[in-house]
């Protein structure tokens, strides 16, 4: 498979925001000028820049390091070189994108089609670019990890999770995508071929490993999953000590599956005497696993008297099976106790997926691919009849931003001279 991402140069590029195209321009003739105006923004920002190593400038620039001004594409563009480590920034101006012809305001308007779930080509056709241009350009966009670009946000690591995955296809093979979600926002979205608990694993650990790079002392407390073993077992293996919920609404719409053979009236109306029970178990302010511990036994002694005593039995196994990780949920007051915000993520990835071909074959870069998708879901703002309208995830989430531009925002946050 084709999805791993290629080793690259170490990319400092650092795009600036001049406000408007002439102020860049006028600024190119004055060094000292450029220089200050590029420093007042960097200080805005209050990220550090990528020098190497062994540097000792501490991620800061100095008016003493070396400025050089290089013609790229028609266009000039400044070049910084620290002069302790001899790391070279290149300086973007906010209206040109890294490596492409394809001009910002274009790549908004692509962007923003991608995300409303219009397949490439179509995108391509009402922005007059070619399809594999807006592969490429998300191909970029997703080399930034979700976790740095959130952490840049001013977002902290998430104590309680969400994890499940995404069910797609790859041409005719099953593929699988391993979902980290917390809030509003998505933290990790990986691409596995394969639903074993090493596969999955391998996906999650992708998100605890840059999670630890940014916050060695980082810990899960809490991972609400559907229930399904893989995802179980590598929470297990990841995040030792972390506790383990099963998702309370799933285990309301499963309840049903459970009675096969009785009439869909009973069936309902055992449904909601479930909610009932879960809601009455959640509202508790004392003694909640033990509510719950008694509740479901009488429930499946009222299943078995009324409908029958297999089903009472077939119940009180599945009660048996799955309880502990309802206990894990009401133990823990901070726990989630369902997984509604990973379903909607979920659904929001699933009309992408479906309108682009592009993403179907083997030989695709699907994880950068995958990870820009995340970036679009967590930095583009809802659209106006929304709950938070013109509000994008991050900020629901009280994450902060360098400009009002949601565009902008996303050239910064993915500009690989900042760390
Ligand atoms: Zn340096």
Redesign the pocket.
């Known amino acids: 498979m084709g999805h791993a991402a290629k080793p690259r140069r170490h990319n400092r590029t650092i795009t600036v925001d001049f406000r408007d195209e002439a102020t860049y321009f006028a600024l190119l003739g004055t060094t000292k000028a450029f220089v200050e105006f590029v420093l007042a923004f960097l200080l805005s920002l209050g990220f550090q820049l990528t020098?190497?190593a062994s540097?000792s400038?501490g991620g800061s620039l100095t008016r003493h390091s070396h400025y050089v001004r290089i013609r790229l594409g028609g266009l000039t563009i400044w070049r910084i070189q620290?002069t302790?480590?001899k790391?070279v920034f290149t300086v973007l101006p906010h209206f040109v994108l890294r490596y492409r012809r394809m001009r910002p305001d274009v790549a908004r308007q692509a962007l923003i089609a991608t995300h409303g779930g219009l397949s490439l080509e179509w995108c391509a056709v009402i922005c007059n670019i070619s399809p594999m241009a807006l592969y490429r350009l998300l191909c970029a966009l997703g080399q930034h990890s979700v976790v740095i670009v959130l952490t840049r946000c001013g977002l902290p690591l998430p104590t309680y999770i969400l994890a499940d995955e995404k069910h797609s296809r790859c041409l005719t093979d099953k593929v699988y995508l391993p979902t980290i979600v917390s809030g509003r926002v998505i933290w990790h979205l990986g691409y596995s071929d394969s639903k074993s608990a090493a596969a999955f694993t391998a996906s999650y650990g992708d998100f605890q490993r840059v999670a630890l790079q940014i916050e060695p002392a980082y810990r899960v407390r809490g991972a609400l999953t559907d229930g399904f073993d893989s995802t179980t077992q590598s929470m297990r293996t990841l995040f030792p000590g972390a506790r383990l919920g099963y998702c309370l609404r799933h285990a309301l719409n499963k309840l049903p599956s459970k009675l096969m053979g009785v009439s869909a009236p009973v069936r309902k109306s055992l449904r909601s005497q479930f909610h009932t029970l879960l809601h009455r178990c959640r509202q508790r302010t004392s003694l909640r696993v033990v509510a719950l511990g008694q509740r479901l036994r009488h429930f499946a002694d009222s299943i078995a008297t009324t409908v029958g005593a297999d089903h009472g039995e077939r119940v009180r196994h599945w009660f048996q099976d799955k309880k502990a990780g309802w206990y894990t949920v009401l133990a823990d007051p901070r726990m989630p106790a369902s997984s509604t915000l990973l379903d909607q993520a979920n659904n929001a990835m699933d009309r992408k997926l479906f309108a682009m071909k592009g993403f179907h074959h083997p030989g695709g870069s699907q994880a950068a691919f995958l990870t820009a998708l995340a970036h679009l879901y967590n930095l583009i703002p809802y659209q106006r009849r929304a709950l938070n309208a013109g509000q994008c995830g991050v900020e629901v989430e009280g994450g902060v931003f360098p400009t009002t531009d949601w565009m902008l925002n996303l050239q910064i946050l993915t500009s690989g001279g900042f760390r």
Do not use: N, T, V
């Open positions: 020098h190497k540097c400038e620290c302790a480590c790391a």
